[in-house]
T-cell receptor, first 114, second 112 residues
């Protein structure tokens, strides 16, 4: 079955630290990839997406992600986090098969200490 | 655009009661999705529609759950009868073709 794994369930960082959140998926075909963020008490918002082209994609608020096809990975990075980045981060995969649906990872809760 | 609109934002009901959640997608979007978020199971897709037609309802937990989309601007998710294990946040999302999904604020359902 298709699945998305986010191995870090909870991450605690101090402000200005660098961030990398892992995301791996199990699907051998073509995929579209997304990172969504959910700030406390708010709904999910798109951080960035990859459909094709340059595997290094840049999103909002200084986030970027790199698609490594050989590793089935789409890790999220930010060089210097801020307190306002405290949120839950979800990786999602759309397998480009006959249906259109997103398969979400279990999420990573990030706490940034000031 | 106001974004995806969901109502109510909070719903508290007793076990056995019928619950109806409502969603208004972004105008012009042709896909609509219903998700459920719980601590135990994370974010799960329940059902999605394309041009008002249900495409995949394999995520609907059981027959107590039903969803409809009578027109392009309105969808409902109904639970009848409700049970305590249905307590969750229910999100509606919409998208235009294969682009990003825009999520609504969610409905927090508590079944006592």
């Amino acid at each position: 079955a298709q699945s998305v794994s986010q191995h870090n369930h909870h991450v605690i960082l101090s402000e200005a630290a660098s961030l990398e959140l892992g995301c791996n998926y199990s699907y051998g075909g073509t995929v579209n990839l997304f990172w969504y963020v959910q700030y406390p008490g708010q709904h999910l918002q798109l951080l960035l997406k990859y459909f094709s082209g340059d595997p290094l994609v840049k999103g909002i608020k200084g986030f970027e992600a790199e698609f490594i096809k050989s590793k089935f990975s789409f890790n999220l990075r930010k060089p210097s986090v801020q307190w306002s980045d405290t949120a839950e981060y979800f990786c999602a995969v759309n397998p480009m098969d006959s249906s259109y649906k997103l398969i979400f990872g279990s999420g990573t809760r990030l706490l940034v200490r000031p | 655009d106001a974004g995806v609109i969901q109502s109510p934002r909070h719903e508290v009901t007793e076990m056995g009661q019928e619950v109806t959640l409502r969603c208004k997608p972004i105008s012009g979007h042709d896909y609509l999705f219903w998700y459920r978020q719980t601590m135990m199971r994370g974010l799960e897709l329940l059902i999605y529609f394309n041009n008002n037609v249900p495409i995949d309802d394999s995520g609907m937990p059981e027959d107590r759950f039903s969803a409809k989309m009578p027109n392009a601007s309105f969808s409902t998710l109904k639970i009848q009868p409700s049970e305590p294990r249905d307590s969750a946040v229910y999100f509606c999302a919409s998208s235009l073709a294969l682009d990003e999904q825009y999520f609504g604020p969610g409905t927090r359902l508590t079944v006592t």
